[in-house]
């Protein structure tokens, strides 16, 4: 399996990409990679030196920045580091692609260099959301389209599903829609029409989800449009943040005092990784026809690693995208795909 990663997104490129990327094949044997990137600045890390003969530089010269109109850049840079990843999979040669550069650029260069598949109206981006209970959630849309009608978002709750199943283990998932209640009449026009919609056409609909209790394990998917899912997602991120934030700082007052308890720091240990969102390296373009997948802009070593090992690897391997082809000709959906 052969994946292209962009070695020149992301606030920490090229090293901490290289270095998750060396540890990914090392973890995985039948792992291929291909740095895209400015060669010199790639073969500088680590002295120079990349130990492994299943990765591969291919040279590009230019670099998307964050700052940069999305729609116009990828265009207009066709040598750059992205446009040429994208291209790679386009051609064939590659399986997957993995960024941590701009979103909007990526998949702006999704749509145009790697289409939809047929039958998908619109992308979405699809996220694992951590678990305190033992489960993980999917929750698409976090970001692709601010807006989405309800036949669209019948076709997220579909590809959402796929995903449940085939990756995270979920035989017949549970798929909820986000919204402000769980009664059948609660939310804006758009979300009670895709409930009327779900109730009718989708098998495992559970109704209704409030945020509060995405982490509680009542749905195996969570259905939105990328506005409430991006607030949710950026809402989760600093909350996060800032609890560790204080309890590293209170931690750290009671070390002073030798008054911390020696059980405190596992549990610590353990509550970090339960809620490290570097655990599934980042989110999917879900809908394209190629594997894409977008890593964090300040993703480092280890989200690297975990989006080509967790995400790409068994996207690849279990063929998500021929799956939701396949699936997506079943009568429940042809009859409400509705125009672009």
């Known amino acids: 399996m052969r994946i292209a990663v962009d070695a020149m997104g992301g606030d920490y490129a090229p090293a901490e990409i290289i270095n998750g990327v060396l540890t990914a094949v090392e973890m995985v044997e039948e792992l291929e990679i291909l740095l895209v990137g400015r060669a010199e600045q790639i073969k500088s890390v680590n002295g120079g030196k990349i130990n492994s003969p299943r990765v591969d530089i291919i040279h590009a010269d230019e670099i998307i920045g964050n700052d940069e ?56 981006l699809l996220t694992v959301m951590p678990a305190l209970r033992g489960e993980m959630t999917v929750m698409l849309d976090v970001g ?41 009449n609660k939310g804006n026009h758009q979300v009670r029409n895709a409930y009327r919609l779900f109730q009718r056409k989708l098998p495992g609909f559970v109704g209704n989800l409030e945020a509060r209790e995405i982490f509680r394990n009542m749905a195996d998917v969570v259905i939105c449009d990328g506005f409430a899912g991006n607030v949710m997602l950026k809402a989760m991120e600093g909350i996060t943040r800032e609890i560790f934030f204080y309890l590293r700082t ?42 894409c997948i977008k890593c ?13 090992i967790r995400q790409a690897y068994p996207l690849v391997q279990r063929e998500i995208n021929k799956k939701i082809e396949l699936e997506l000709a079943g009568e429940w959906h042809n009859e409400e795909a509705g125009d672009e």
């Open 69 to 124: 109109d999305p729609g116009l850049t990828i265009r207009r840079k066709r040598k750059s580091s992205m446009v040429a990843a994208l291209q790679l999979v386009r051609q064939g040669r590659a399986d997957a692609v993995v960024s941590c550069g701009s979103t909007g650029a990526l998949m702006a260069g999704g749509l145009l260099f790697l289409g939809r598949i047929s039958g998908i109206r619109r992308p979405a």
């Open 296 to 308: 964090h802009g300040a993703s480092r070593r280890k989200a690297v690693t975990q989006a080509l």
């Open 144 to 184: 692709a389209n601010m807006d989405a009608r309800p036949e669209q978002m019948l076709q997220y709750a579909l590809m959402g599903s796929i995903y449940a199943r085939e990756i995270l283990g979920k035989a017949t998932p549970r798929v909820a829609l986000l919204n402000v209640g769980v009664e059948e």
């Open 250 to 291: 209170q931690i750290e007052g009671n070390l002073q005092e030798g008054v911390v308890s020696p059980l405190l720091s596992p549990l610590m240990q353990k509550l970090r990784a339960d809620l490290d969102e570097a655990e599934y390296g980042g989110a999917l373009l879900i809908g394209v026809n190629g594997v």
